[in-house]
């Protein structure tokens, strides 16, 4: 009964070009816990990220999500088994404004036919029309409802990331996968989004798996914390424990790294 | 005469729109690089012209059945070559699609050592002339209305986003790969529903109208259009078939060869100083809405 | 046996031509991610050039050639300056750039074909030397043949050498991996950019010389079909790399001799493209090319 996580990963390995960038990684998540990845640059954590969500296959191992085996699946089809992510880089369609960028979130949750769809009969008005009140409700969520009509690369920075995870929450997910969602905040805005994460794992009843740099975010937000360096998992716990970890600390300070 | 010949003209101008539209499909909204569209016309064209003329008993009937078989045809036909050809990235597709109309020109020359009656390089004669005005016009009418309430519904949103980011599309849930196979193989269908009207308007097919030329030129169209916009492909055909068109009129005898040396300058000018093409990606009138 | 010895010998000469303009296509890719439809229209200028010094300017052969390539590469710089590098510099999309070329090259064929120009007939191609066959092994060998590959060696040789032992060689590498660095490591990228292309086309005019001398019949659309082939032949060894244009162009050129000679005359030109979709479908990196991921 312990053992039982949401997601099982056991002994998942990935190699590039010879480069181990991930090497025989165990871990449980437990459903409803807020668990963060930490780990020098190029530890290998977006790669793990990358195998749990499709975008790159493992050479061995296996992930195992609520009892099924989604190891080999691809991208679209682990979203829509429940999981969702956000990009380290942020991956917004930047071309298209706030309001389409969460409606195309939607979109597969939509489910009238091509035909209805051509000849705009049946559902598709009444779908339509909910879909879209459900977006402004979405919205109105994060407090981005008056900014429906502007272009995502328009926002200001701290506002896209925020538009990111509220497109992976349109995705009904029940694990949601951020990578280093703090990147390029400030002070106050990560604030504001230690908040929000705290926010939407309440009312949204989510198991959060969030790879970090800052260690503010991750000591405060994360109930445990897994650590990661040369692509292998060097430690394991409760955020005091890791601090004091010298495993931890030689991985950091051994590349000059100073932890907040 | 010249009224006919006008009607003739704006005839076929709808005809290039379908095709064309059916290739914004394809790379304006869904960013596939394809440069064998003109192959799949030709599929169409051929193909309702063999039927129509093996089957010219049956009149008018023949030529719906044509039509539809046309249609059908080059949407499996497309389907199929797509399945291998779409995991190739935008440069090499548009390689292997350039390649591929290649490949179908060369096998349409060579078609009378299979069905005689298809001419070969010397081209198929004798099809019957069922294509009118109102046919044509209803046809081009009936695809914008499909194209439209498409692209402003779950699948057109699929399409644009998998334009605007693949790897965004697929972490939102949507199969990239088989939606880009469904919009490739729809657009070429457009082309193949063209084609068949085409045979059926001039009477007279060859090879040589559906080469690669003919696939840059409706490239060509829809970037002077403006991908992903409707109201533009469809402006952009009809303007690109009058002006070549009528600079073949104006033009006296002696500069008339002129006129192909005109039109590349035009073009050379057009993408230095508006790229996006006359409407970018904006529609205008009934065509625009949300998405 | 002694049929399939010669049609070795045919392909090679056709695949020299090929690997000529097929360089051209590989570097300025390499270079700036353009397929440059105008490139076989060089190729075609390059053909009249030699066959106007030949008959007009009473020049030799290889003053021919060099005047060719001359004023092919003038030719190509001028259309680079003029046509793509401002496209360049705005930062449009690739689309733009491509149609671009598109519109250079119905340009140039079109203007040529002009009747105050060169005219839309075919021209026979002089050849200003005396043709000796040699019987080697009982194959016959025509000094056409023996010259088109010694021309073509030369200039391969330069080539190399001038990318490989040359600090510009370096440079154009260097612009082809990363331009921005490139750029900040102080080379003057325009200038590589430009050099590139008047490379590309002093080989492909080359290439139109000696095409005119084996197949002496030129027009203004020849470029054409040797363009996309010789294209085809840069995606076969690999985009963008220099030798696999090389061994692509021999592979491409043999195959079509021994599909005219062995299966029908018919089919050569699909035969090109069909290699195209295989190599596509199967490796389409090509043959010396490596594959790229993704980067997430």
């Known amino acids: ?260 | 005469m010249i009224n006919l010949y006008i009607i003739q003209i704006f005839s076929y101008a709808c005809c290039i729109t379908i095709s064309a539209l059916g290739l914004n499909l394809i790379y304006g909204y869904t960013g596939l690089f394809s440069l064998g569209h003109a192959a799949f016309m030709g599929i169409g064209a051929y193909l309702s012209a063999l039927l129509t003329k093996s089957f010219s008993h049956y009149g008018y009937f023949i030529y719906i059945g044509a039509i539809i078989s046309s249609v059908i045809f080059t949407f499996l036909i497309s389907y199929l070559i797509a399945i291998p050809i779409l995991k190739l990235k935008s440069d090499y597709l548009g390689i292997a699609t350039l390649g591929f109309g290649i490949i179908v020109k060369v096998l349409l020359d060579n078609s009378d050592k299979v069905f005689s009656q298809m001419g070969g390089s010397r081209g198929m004669l004798g099809i019957p002339n069922f294509t009118n005005l109102p046919i044509v016009l209803f046809s081009l009418i009936l695809i914008i209305l499909i194209m439209r309430n498409l692209i402003y519904s779950k699948f057109g949103r699929n399409l644009i986003a998998i334009r605007e980011d693949e790897n965004a599309a697929y972490a939102m849930g949507i199969n990239v790969y088989k939606q880009r196979l469904l919009a490739f193989a729809l657009g070429c269908s457009f082309a193949g529903f063209s084609g068949a009207l085409y045979a059926h308007l001039y009477c007279f097919l060859h090879p040589s109208n559906f080469d690669f030329l003919r696939s840059i030129d409706l490239m060509l169209i829809i970037v002077l259009g403006g991908l992903g916009s409707m109201s533009g492909t469809i402006i952009a055909s009809f303007l690109w078939v009058f002006i070549l068109e009528g600079l073949r009129i104006i033009l006296p005898q002696a500069i008339l060869d002129w006129r192909l040396v005109i039109y590349p300058l035009l073009l050379i000018l057009l993408m230095l100083l508006r790229p996006q093409g006359i409407f970018g990606n904006k529609e205008i009138l009934w065509l625009k809405k949300e998405y | 046996m002694n049929y399939f010895f010669q049609q070795l010998l045919n392909g090679f000469q056709l695949g020299s031509v090929y690997a000529l303009i097929s360089l051209g296509y590989t570097m300025i890719y390499g270079i700036i991610r353009l397929i440059n439809f105008a490139h076989g229209d060089i190729f075609m200028l390059g053909a009249y050039f030699g066959f106007y010094a030949i008959t007009r300017l009473k020049f030799n052969f290889l003053l021919a050639i060099i005047f060719s390539m001359v004023l092919c590469m003038i030719i190509n710089v001028i259309i680079e300056k003029v046509a793509y590098a401002p496209l360049r510099k705005k930062n449009v999309p690739r689309i733009n750039l491509l149609i671009t070329a598109i519109g250079v090259s119905f340009f140039l064929e079109n203007f040529t074909s002009l009747k105050i120009i060169f005219g839309p007939d075919y021209q026979p191609y002089p050849r200003p030397f005396k043709i000796i066959t040699f019987d080697f092994l009982g194959l016959t060998i025509s000094s056409i043949q023996i010259i088109v590959f010694l021309i073509t060696l030369v200039l391969l040789l330069i080539l190399d050498y001038l990318i490989k032992r040359t600090k510009i060689g370096l440079a154009m590498r260097a612009v082809s991996y990363d331009k921005e660095t490139a750029l900040l490591m102080g080379i003057n990228v325009d200038n590589i950019i430009s050099l590139t292309f008047a490379l590309g086309a002093a080989l492909a005019g080359a290439g139109g010389v000696l095409y005119g001398i084996c197949y002496p019949q030129i027009h203004p659309y020849m470029g054409i079909m040797p363009g996309l082939k010789a294209f085809v032949a840069a995606v076969l060894g690999g985009i963008g790399i220099i030798s696999g244009a090389v061994l692509g162009s021999y592979i491409i050129g043999m195959v079509e001799v021994f599909t005219a000679a062995f299966i029908s005359s018919t089919f050569r030109d699909a035969i090109a493209f069909a290699i195209l979709i295989i190599v596509l479908l199967t490796r389409p990196q090509g043959l010396f090319g490596k594959e790229e991921g993704i980067k997430l």
Do not use: W
């Open chain 1, 1 to 260: 009964m312990a053992e039982e996580g949401i997601l099982k990963i056991e002994n998942l390995n990935k190699s590039f070009d010879g480069l181990k960038a991930v090497k025989d990684f165990n871990l449980i998540l437990k459903e409803g816990e807020l668990c963060g990845l930490i780990g020098p640059n190029g530890a290998g954590k977006t790669t793990v990220f990358n195998l749990i969500t499709g975008f790159y296959k493992p050479d061995s191992g296996k992930i195992i999500f609520q009892n099924k085996d989604i190891t080999n699946l691809l991208p679209h089809q682990i979203v829509h088994l429940g999981i969702s992510r956000t990009f380290q880089n942020i991956r917004l369609f930047n071309n298209l404004t706030v309001l389409e960028n969460i409606l195309f979130a939607f979109n597969y949750q939509i489910n009238y036919s091509t035909t209805e769809s051509i000849l705009r009969i049946g559902n598709f008005k009444k779908v339509e029309k909910e879909v879209k009140e459900k977006c402004y409700q979405f919205l109105k969520l994060f407090d981005l409802e008056k900014k429906v009509n502007i272009l995502a690369k328009n926002l200001p920075y701290g506002e896209m990331r925020k538009l990111e995870i509220a497109r992976a929450l349109a995705l009904n997910p029940k694990l949601l996968l951020l990578d280093e969602p703090s990147c390029g905040m400030t002070i106050g805005e990560t604030s504001l989004l230690m908040d929000l994460i705290k926010f939407i794992k309440e009312k949204f009843k989510l198991t959060i798996f969030i790879i970090e740099h800052q260690m503010r975010v991750i000591m405060n937000l994360c109930e445990r914390i897994v650590v990661m360096d040369f692509g292998e998992i060097i430690a394991e716990g409760k955020p005091e424990e890791i601090q004091n970890n010298p495993k931890v600390i030689a991985a950091y300070l051994g590349r000059e790294y100073a932890l907040h």
